[in-house]
């Protein structure tokens, strides 16, 4: 890593100044010169003659700050010449150096060796080993653990020419040595330097290796894992140790053992150990970026081991308490794939509680879990048709849902439960009578009237659909007669959208009375029609009409149309059929008077228009029986088609993934001896 520091002083006038510094007997003058040098040398400045000045005058300083100081300085300025030669100034700084190392303070020890595992040059480094090999031996175990380290980087740098037997020393120390951080150090040491040395000290510890410190579990793991990848005749030997490893009272070495446990063996038996101890992990650990990894893990792990991991799908749900909506959306994404038509019912539940928990006032974002738990449960019944008789009622409980996607969601598999189970339809057809009034979104009310009109059979649902549905718009007509006869002259063309805005832009003016005066208006009167209006609540596909939303109201015309048709094939009353057929009428053309009036916040579409008078000229044709097989029939078969695409390429996508998993069970390895533990 490079540090650039900006520095604007000139090297001259900095250097006359750093000497001066030195120079001084202050020892507060000398740590600002030093700074002021450290400073200018990461900035690129040689400064020349600075580095005897530091030797003539700091070197032998007691002051611990400055002692701290010289380290970074001469760890940081180039050591060689020209040639590559080590510098002769330096080889003064290593009398020094080893009065460091011999220092009665531990710190001065402990940090001068840190030092030292960044020094490569060999003429620094060889006079310095005897001192390092002693603080070996010190007391304080921070002199001891860096100690390690520095010998370490001497062997890898100069194997052969210092410290040859520094394998044999470590090994001696590694038996000797209570402190856990050293002892990791030097096993560190020893995996990388000396692996056979390393494996002989696992050896005698492997009995031992539950009751050793977190420290030194750890790197034991690392340790296994790269013996058994280097010889895999070795798996059977420390499996036993890596499962004692999977109830470590160390998150981190849990971990690490269930990742090297799943790569010794792929019996069925680890697996699910290492599967249970993530999934454990999952659940327990309060960082929300480790339980990610463990979900990362996990599904890893269900790419070769699917069926092991579908046994432990009910563990893994229980991730859903976290309060995160990543884990969740994770853990139901994996949940998912691992659904079977043997833990399909408990899933189910697990699902149904869940969405039940999230109408309580809760965490944040509790609106877009439950979408995700609905689109969840969807997925499990397209996969698994039976679950949806569980589940549909359930679900449609949130069709009045203020949020739009969960709604939708909901209506959508509404819609393909009443065509795949026929013994549900009344059911659903009595259940959305009932809630009818509470939907909020537009395009729940299109599909939920979509699905009246299509499955509503007997004159007792038609009858309470039709009551349902003219209750959610209120009464007709939808503008006053009066505001009628003023805003829209008799006419039998269409009128667009441009002269429609023209024409409202007209009658927003003052009223006039025939001999040209100006029509005198009751603010009096307006002001209790407003707080008239404001006290008496709008149904809310009434609202929706009134907004302007036309395209609703072709859909609710079109409604009115199937329902009134199939009611007339049942119905013997003519009085009654003919009052049925004329209220609905009445309500398309409200709605076209509605379009065409200055109440809605803009006219009605072309198109709207156009299909509303076709319902309203369908029901006046009086060719019922023709009429029916048109409007309801031919919809219905479009969407039994939709099903059924949809359905053959769920079953294609299933036979792929089928083969997939195959070919990847087929390809993976046998599991190594051991593996039941």
Same mark, same amino acid.
């Given at each position: 890593?490079?540090?650039?520091?900006?520095?604007?002083?000139?090297s001259?006038?900095?250097?006359?100044?750093?000497?001066?510094? *030195?120079?001084?007997?202050?020892?507060?003058?000398?740590? @600002? /010169?030093?700074?002021?040098?450290?400073? %200018?040398?990461?900035?690129?400045?040689?400064?020349?003659?600075?580095?005897?000045?530091?030797?003539?005058?700091?070197?032998t300083t007691?002051?611990?700050?400055?002692?701290k100081?010289?380290?970074?300085?001469?760890?940081?300025?180039?050591?060689?010449?020209?040639?590559?030669?080590?510098? =002769?100034?330096?080889i003064?700084?290593?009398?020094q150096?080893?009065?460091?190392?011999?220092?009665?303070?531990?710190?001065v020890?402990?940090? +001068?060796?840190? *030092?030292?595992?960044?020094i490569?040059?060999?003429?620094?480094?060889?006079?310095?080993?005897?001192?390092?090999?002693?603080?070996?031996?010190?007391?304080?175990s921070?002199?001891?653990?860096?100690?390690?380290?520095?010998?370490?980087?001497?062997?890898?740098?100069?194997?052969?020419?210092?410290?040859?037997d520094a394998?044999?020393?470590?090994?001696?120390?590694?038996?000797?040595?209570?402190?856990?951080s050293?002892?990791?150090?030097?096993?560190?040491?020893?995996?990388?330097?000396?692996?056979?040395?390393?494996?002989?000290?696992?050896?005698? &510890?492997?009995? +031992?290796? /539950?009751s050793?410190?977190?420290?030194?579990?750890?790197?034991?793991?690392?340790?296994i894992?790269?013996?058994?990848?280097?010889?895999?005749? !070795?798996?059977?030997?420390?499996?036993?140790?890596?499962?004692s490893?999977l109830?470590?009272?160390?998150?981190?070495?849990?971990?690490?053992?269930?990742?090297t446990?799943?790569?010794?063996?792929?019996?069925?038996?680890?697996?699910?150990?290492? &599967?249970?101890?993530?999934?454990?992990?999952? #659940?327990?650990?309060?960082?929300?970026?480790?339980?990610?990894?463990? %979900?990362?893990?996990?599904?890893?792990?269900?790419?070769?081991?699917q069926?092991?991991?579908?046994d432990?799908?009910?563990?893994? !749900?229980?991730a859903?308490?976290a309060?995160s909506?990543?884990?969740?959306?994770?853990?139901? &994404?994996?949940?998912?794939?691992?659904?079977t038509?043997?833990?399909?019912?408990?899933?189910?539940?697990?699902?149904?509680?869940e969405?039940?928990?999230?109408?309580?006032?809760?965490?944040?974002?509790?609106?877009?879990?439950?979408?995700?738990?609905?689109?969840?449960?969807?997925?499990?019944? !397209?996969?698994?048709?039976? #679950?949806?008789?569980?589940?549909?009622?359930?679900l449609?409980?949130?069709?009045?849902?203020?949020?739009?996607?969960?709604?939708?969601?909901?209506?959508?598999?509404?819609?393909e439960?009443? $065509?795949?189970?026929?013994?549900?339809?009344?059911?659903?057809?009595?259940?959305?009578i009932?809630?009818l009034?509470?939907?909020?979104?537009?395009?729940?009310?299109? @599909?939920?009237?979509?699905? %009246?009109?299509?499955?509503?059979?007997?004159?007792?649902e #038609?009858?309470?659909?039709?009551?349902?549905?003219?209750?959610?718009?209120g009464?007709?007509?939808? #503008?006053?007669?009066? $505001?009628?006869?003023?805003?829209?002259?008799?006419?039998?063309?269409?009128?667009?959208?441009?002269?429609?805005?023209?024409?409202?832009?007209?009658?927003?003016?003052?009223?006039?009375? =025939?001999?040209?005066?100006?029509?005198?208006?009751?603010?009096?009167?307006?002001?209790?029609?407003?707080?008239?209006?404001?006290?008496?609540?709008?149904?809310?596909?009434?609202?929706?009409?009134?907004? /302007?939303? *036309?395209?609703? /109201?072709?859909?609710?015309?079109?409604?009115?149309?199937?329902l009134?048709?199939?009611?007339?094939?049942?119905?013997?009353?003519?009085? $009654?059929?003919?009052?049925?057929?004329?209220?609905?009428?009445?309500?398309?053309?409200?709605i076209?008077?509605?379009?065409?009036?200055? +109440?809605?916040?803009?006219?009605?579409?072309?198109?709207?228009?156009?299909?509303?008078?076709?319902?309203?000229?369908?029901?006046?044709?009086?060719?019922?029986?023709?009429?029916?097989?048109?409007?309801?029939? @031919?919809?219905?078969?479009?969407?039994?088609?939709?099903?059924?695409?949809?359905?053959?390429?769920?079953?294609?996508?299933? &036979?792929?993934?089928? @083969?997939?998993?195959?070919?990847?069970?087929?390809?993976?390895?046998?599991?190594?001896?051991?593996?039941?533990?």
């Amino acid at each position: 890593m490079s540090v650039i520091i900006h520095y604007d002083k000139s090297s001259a006038n900095a250097s006359t100044e750093i000497k001066k510094k *030195f120079e001084s007997n202050d020892e507060s003058s000398k740590i @600002a /010169g030093m700074k002021l040098a450290i400073c %200018l040398a990461l900035n690129g400045d040689p400064l020349p003659g600075i580095l005897m000045q530091i030797i003539r005058f700091v070197l032998t300083t007691k002051n611990h700050t400055l002692q701290k100081l010289l380290l970074v300085y001469f760890e940081i300025i180039e050591k060689t010449d020209e040639q590559g030669k080590l510098r =002769p100034e330096l080889i003064l700084v290593c009398n020094q150096l080893r009065n460091f190392l011999n220092h009665p303070n531990e710190y001065v020890r402990g940090s +001068t060796l840190r *030092f030292l595992t960044k020094i490569r040059e060999l003429e620094l480094l060889e006079p310095l080993v005897p001192s390092v090999r002693e603080c070996l031996a010190h007391r304080h175990s921070y002199v001891r653990r860096n100690a390690v380290l520095a010998i370490y980087s001497i062997y890898k740098v100069h194997t052969d020419r210092l410290l040859p037997d520094a394998p044999d020393l470590i090994f001696d120390f590694l038996h000797s040595e209570a402190d856990a951080s050293c002892k990791r150090n030097a096993l560190v040491f020893l995996i990388n330097c000396a692996p056979d040395k390393a494996a002989a000290y696992l050896s005698e &510890a492997l009995e +031992t290796v /539950g009751s050793l410190p977190d420290l030194m579990q750890f790197t034991i793991v690392e340790l296994i894992r790269k013996l058994v990848r280097q010889n895999p005749a !070795l798996r059977s030997k420390y499996v036993r140790a890596v499962y004692s490893l999977l109830k470590a009272g160390s998150s981190a070495v849990r971990f690490e053992a269930a990742h090297t446990l799943v790569l010794m063996s792929s019996a069925p038996s680890a697996v699910k150990a290492a &599967a249970s101890t993530y999934i454990e992990l999952l #659940v327990t650990v309060s960082d929300n970026n480790v339980k990610l990894i463990v %979900l990362d893990r996990l599904t890893d792990l269900k790419k070769r081991h699917q069926k092991t991991m579908s046994d432990l799908l009910l563990d893994v !749900l229980r991730a859903l308490s976290a309060p995160s909506i990543d884990i969740r959306r994770k853990t139901l &994404a994996l949940a998912m794939e691992l659904v079977t038509p043997k833990n399909i019912p408990e899933v189910i539940q697990v699902l149904k509680k869940e969405i039940g928990r999230t109408q309580e006032k809760g965490p944040e974002k509790q609106e877009e879990y439950r979408q995700m738990l609905i689109q969840s449960i969807h997925s499990c019944a !397209l996969r698994f048709p039976d #679950v949806a008789q569980q589940v549909v009622h359930v679900l449609m409980d949130f069709l009045g849902d203020s949020t739009v996607g969960s709604a939708v969601d909901v209506i959508m598999f509404v819609r393909e439960v009443v $065509e795949s189970f026929p013994d549900l339809r009344k059911s659903i057809v009595a259940k959305l009578i009932d809630i009818l009034d509470s939907i909020r979104s537009s395009k729940v009310f299109r @599909a939920a009237l979509w699905i %009246l009109s299509e499955y509503s059979e007997d004159p007792a649902e #038609v009858r309470a659909a039709l009551r349902a549905l003219k209750e959610c718009m209120g009464e007709a007509p939808f #503008v006053e007669a009066e $505001e009628e006869s003023e805003d829209e002259a008799p006419t039998d063309e269409p009128v667009g959208p441009v002269a429609a805005t023209a024409q409202r832009k007209a009658k927003s003016g003052p009223k006039l009375n =025939p001999d040209g005066t100006y029509a005198s208006q009751s603010a009096l009167m307006a002001e209790y029609s407003a707080a008239k209006a404001k006290e008496t609540e709008v149904p809310n596909l009434r609202a929706l009409l009134l907004a /302007g939303d *036309f395209f609703l /109201g072709s859909v609710v015309a079109a409604t009115l149309v199937k329902l009134t048709l199939v009611f007339a094939s049942q119905c013997e009353n003519a009085d $009654e059929l003919n009052h049925c057929r004329a209220e609905s009428i009445l309500y398309m053309v409200s709605i076209l008077r509605l379009g065409r009036s200055s +109440t809605p916040p803009h006219p009605i579409d072309r198109d709207s228009a156009e299909r509303i008078g076709h319902c309203a000229r369908a029901l006046m044709a009086g060719d019922d029986q023709a009429a029916l097989v048109i409007w309801r029939s @031919a919809t219905k078969s479009a969407f039994k088609f939709m099903l059924a695409e949809q359905q053959r390429q769920t079953n294609e996508l299933a &036979a792929e993934e089928a @083969a997939a998993a195959a070919a990847r069970g087929g390809g993976a390895p046998a599991g190594g001896g051991g593996g039941g533990g």
